[in-house]
């Protein structure tokens, strides 16, 4: 073998690969910046993005909820490790959700019949005292009541009654959504989280499985007197939020 031509055949392709990458730096320049500044964009959409993730996770919790998400809410929903415990929380604070305004603002919803409204104002008076199981109750009475004016349709399928309601929202005009009279996160936050909530709250589960019961609010297992576990201040919460959102989308139907 001839080291010195072999020597000499590497020293030429060094040259060769010196020569590419001088003539390469001036592109690889403008790739790091390019990189850089994709990288910022990334960040910048990272950061922006975090309230629609959060609103998710309102969702995916079955918190309807509509207001803007202020930095430390979205930043404590990013990071808890417990969400209904946030929650739990949260609720207490008025500036984060204000049920008295709520429960006023459904209780003169044109959905309500006299008896929906006497069952709801009772409903509130049972959270008052802690009555947590009967106020659930009361709310989900309500609530199907509502939904039964909203579609006017008196089935008992819930599945079929709130798919109406999907639907109907999905092909609004833009003049139907301008109806609303709400800011562009108003409304994208009661539709995600909403309807979202919806899915676990009409999901089918037979009672013959006790071990198939929803963890989540369940209309059917509620309902019928099934539901295993105790209700809490927040369950009712959660109930009060979704008929409020029954309530802004089913008004404009």
């Known amino acids: 073998m001839d080291l010195s031509n072999l020597n000499n055949n590497f ?30 964009l990334l960040e910048d959409f990272a ?3 975090k309230p629609f993730r959060a609103f998710q996770i309102l969702a995916e919790n079955q918190f309807t909820y509509w207001k803007p998400l202020c930095n430390i809410d979205v930043e404590g929903i990013l990071t808890c490790s417990d969400v209904d415990k946030y929650l739990s929380e949260r609720i207490e604070d008025i500036t984060f959700i204000d049920y008295e305004k709520i429960c006023a603002d459904i209780v003169h919803s044109v959905l309500l019949s006299e008896t929906n409204k006497s069952i709801l104002n009772q409903t509130i008076h049972a959270m008052d005292f802690g009555l947590y199981d009967l106020a659930l109750v009361g ?3 309500v609530f199907d009541g509502v939904l039964s004016v909203a579609t006017n349709d008196t089935a008992t ?10 639907k109907r929202i999905e092909t609004y005009t833009d003049e139907e959504w301008e109806l609303l009279h709400e800011s562009d996160i108003t409304t994208f936050g009661m539709y995600i989280t909403w309807t979202k909530s919806m899915m676990e709250f009409q999901k089918y589960s037979e009672f013959e499985k ?13 309902s019928h007197g099934r539901k295993t576990s105790g209700a809490t201040k927040l369950d009712c919460c959660k109930m009060l939020n979704a008929l409020y959102g029954l309530i802004y989308f089913g008004d404009a139907l």
């Open 11 to 40: 020293l030429g392709i060094k040259r060769i690969m010196n020569l590419f990458a001088e003539r390469m730096e001036p592109y690889a320049e403008k790739l790091r910046i390019a990189e850089q500044n994709a990288t910022l």
């Open 47 to 49: 950061e922006k993005a």
């Open 139 to 141: 709310t989900v009475t």
């Open 157 to 166: 399928s819930i599945v079929k009654r709130l798919n109406a309601i999907r």
């Open 210 to 222: 006790p071990e198939t019961e929803p963890q989540d609010l369940n209309r059917h297992w509620i």
